[in-house]
């Protein structure tokens, strides 16, 4: 089956298949070169033995590339809920087109200082890079505005027929939406450690980076970011399988959501993740 399937009409598609429209061909192209560069960058990734902060050089451009990619996938296979008019009409794509260029300009920027041994982020050891990190707060922004901008159209115009999906895309979306960008704020503020250096906190979890030995703010921001994925999907089982879907769906954010919480204040306590 192909992708992008021949459509001639407007209606909402099924999931099993992208509709082949404009911003459906965008996010899964940025999808699809993120996975490239994550690709490309394997043979730095094993070879590069630098490290910064504790942790191999090239595990944070890594670790950007797998998010962004299963970000921009989440947004092509949700833009399926709402009709293709609505999908390509000029809201959608002002808002899909900024956060692909703010995507293009957070991945150069990671993968040059990476390349020089330098922090991307946390960095204002010269005028241009205290330049270059407020600019990346700002593209961060961006990127998941895009994932409100489609909540608020799903809501509006999404298709209903599949009622758990259509209301975990809308809760996942907002609450990921807002729970990242109030987490990723405090961590911008305060850096990544508590009770630790930003130059490491010891002992970490193998890929993540995250502490074992001191507070770290960064598994509260994974949980957070990532109900934009486990709530659409929650909701989408729910659908298949029969289940009450409004239970099903604000039980599960309201269990993610509670993680989330959990491990911020269990950073800001001092406390690791996974003690060693």
């Not at 980076?209 to 990532?226: I, K």
């Not at 039980?251 to 204040?265: C, N, P, R, W």
């Amino acid at each position: 089956m192909s992708l992008f399937p021949a459509r001639s009409s407007g209606s909402m598609q099924s999931l099993g298949a992208l509709d082949n429209d404009h911003i459906t061909r965008l996010f899964m192209a940025s999808a699809v070169f993120m996975a490239a560069a994550f690709l490309v960058t394997i043979p730095a990734w094993l070879i590069d033995e630098r490290l910064l902060d504790n942790a191999a050089i090239w595990t944070k451009p890594q670790k950007f590339n797998v998010s962004l990619t299963l970000h921009f996938v989440t947004l092509a296979v949700l833009a399926q809920l709402v009709p293709r008019n609505i999908r390509q009409g000029p809201v959608m794509l002002a808002f899909g087109y900024m956060a692909v260029f703010a995507m293009i300009f957070e991945t150069l920027y990671i993968h040059i200082q990476a390349a020089r041994g330098v922090r991307s982020h946390y960095n204002d050891s010269s005028i241009v890079e205290q330049v270059f990190y407020g600019l990346m707060g700002i593209g961060a922004v961006v990127l998941i505005a895009v994932a409100l901008v489609l909540a608020v159209q799903i809501w509006r115009k999404g298709d209903r027929s599949r009622p758990g999906l259509w209301l975990g895309a809308i809760l996942g979306l907002t609450t990921g939406f807002v729970s990242t960008l109030i987490i990723a704020s405090y961590l911008s503020s305060v850096g990544r450690y508590v009770g630790a250096p930003l130059s490491g906190g010891g002992e970490v979890v193998p890929f993540f980076g995250w502490s074992r030995e001191y507070g770290d703010l960064r598994p509260a921001h994974f949980v957070s970011m990532h109900l934009m994925q486990t709530i659409p999907l929650a909701g989408w089982m729910a659908d298949r399988r029969g289940w009450n879907v409004k239970a099903t769906v604000f039980g599960v954010t309201a269990v993610q959501i509670a993680l989330a919480v959990f491990l911020f204040m269990q950073a800001r306590a001092g406390q690791p993740f996974w003690p060693v």
